[in-house]
């Protein structure tokens, strides 16, 4: 959400940390808020404000209830396609990033 804090959050982030946030394109903290009303509004228990989070709201909802039974089957369908691919790009970014990682680390004094 872009709000001061995420401007300040940004200062620190890692680099992987903003290639993985990357594909997100991310939303206004009015986008938020009315994604947040029309949610409570129309009664849903897990809320959700654009695509991506809709798919994993759909692929983790556990015994929580529905949405919509016909689109959160389709996002559960497409997340059981998609996720796992996105999740391998990601965990090969992180090991990639491994050694950097570990350097900064130590500039930070957590190895003696």
């Known amino acids: 959400m872009f ?9 620190t982030k890692p ?5 993985i946030e990357g594909t997100d394109d ?7 808020a009315l ?8 009664g849903r228990v897990h809320i959700t404000g654009d695509l991506i989070t809709s798919l994993f709201r ?3 909802r556990g015994a929580a209830p529905h949405n919509n039974w016909i689109l959160d089957g ?3 369908l497409a997340a059981f396609i998609v996720a796992p691919i996105w999740r391998s790009s990601v965990d090969t970014k992180v090991i990639s990033y491994r050694q950097e990682h570990k350097e900064y680390l130590r500039r ?4 003696s």
């Open 3 to 11: 709000t001061p804090g995420f401007d300040r959050e940004n200062e």
């Open 15 to 19: 680099q992987i940390v903003r290639e």
């Open 26 to 32: 991310g939303m206004t903290a009015d986008q938020a």
């Open 35 to 42: 994604a947040l009303f029309k949610g409570v509004e129309s």
């Open 58 to 60: 759909s692929s983790t």
């Open 74 to 76: 389709l996002y559960d």
């Open 108 to 111: 930070k004094g957590y190895f």
